[in-house]
């Protein structure tokens, strides 16, 4: 069984470029979580799936970001026009149904210069 | 409002010197109260999950505990290998796990 993985594990960008992640879920796995995490704070939610419908979204999801997740499998994050304060670590995460506890990946690292 | 309060901020322990976290919560109708390890750089990696009051979990030198209003995670002889940040988060009303900002743990031989 492996687990949730997410690429790149870093990305370094310019601001106002746009970036994309992925995230591969743990197999079998219908819900799927996108978080953000910054230095010395715990992650915060951005939004969630449930197979391939987006059910929930943060205030802290802003117009520039959006998420999709094609075919209830991987998911995308991408960033558009992307800013120095969206510099952090993205973490997905997903769980499986009824079950509530969520298995994090690695987490990718984003700095925008 | 859901909120998760993580004490202390930071913790450094002798190897061998058993101490204990805590974790204070005001979420309205909890589901659920996980607990994660974060490495430096990497992903919460899962160690418990505590669904009501009263309930233990243990894996290995950890024991996390549940009341109506916080949890604890105890740590009895810790190694160093067991230095990591610990997070608390609960599951309530919503879909999203609601964080602390986490207890960072240093353990010296």
């Known amino acids: 069984d492996t687990g949730v993985s997410q690429d790149p594990r870093h990305k370094i960008t310019k601001r106002g470029q746009n970036v994309t992640f992925r995230c591969d879920p743990i197999s079998e796995h219908n819900r799927l979580y996108w978080y953000r995490q910054t230095l010395g704070q715990g992650p915060e939610f951005l939004t969630y799936?449930?197979?391939?419908?987006?059910?929930?979204k943060s205030r802290l999801l802003s117009d520039r970001f959006s998420a999709e997740r094609p075919k209830g499998s991987f998911s995308t994050l991408e960033i558009q026009r992307t800013e120095q304060g969206d510099s952090a670590m993205y973490l997905c995460a997903s769980s499986l149904d009824p079950t509530d506890t969520q298995y994090f990946g690695p987490g990718t690292r984003l700095t925008v210069l | 409002e859901d909120q998760v309060t993580q004490s202390p901020e930071a913790l450094r322990l002798q190897e061998g010197e058993s101490s204990s976290l805590n974790c204070s919560y005001t979420?309205?109708?909890?589901?659920?109260l996980f607990w994660y390890r974060q490495d430096p750089g990497k992903g919460p990696e899962f160690l418990f999950t505590l669904y009501s009051a009263g309930e233990e979990k243990e894996k290995e030198r950890l024991k996390a505990t549940l009341t109506k209003k916080e949890s604890f995670l105890h740590i009895t002889a810790p190694k160093p290998e067991d230095s990591a940040t610990y997070l608390c988060a609960v599951s309530g009303a919503g879909t999203a796990l609601i964080f602390g900002k986490g207890t960072t743990l240093s353990v010296s031989s």
């Open positions: 979420v309205s109708g909890l589901r659920g």
């Open positions: 799936f449930q197979n391939e419908a987006q059910l929930e």
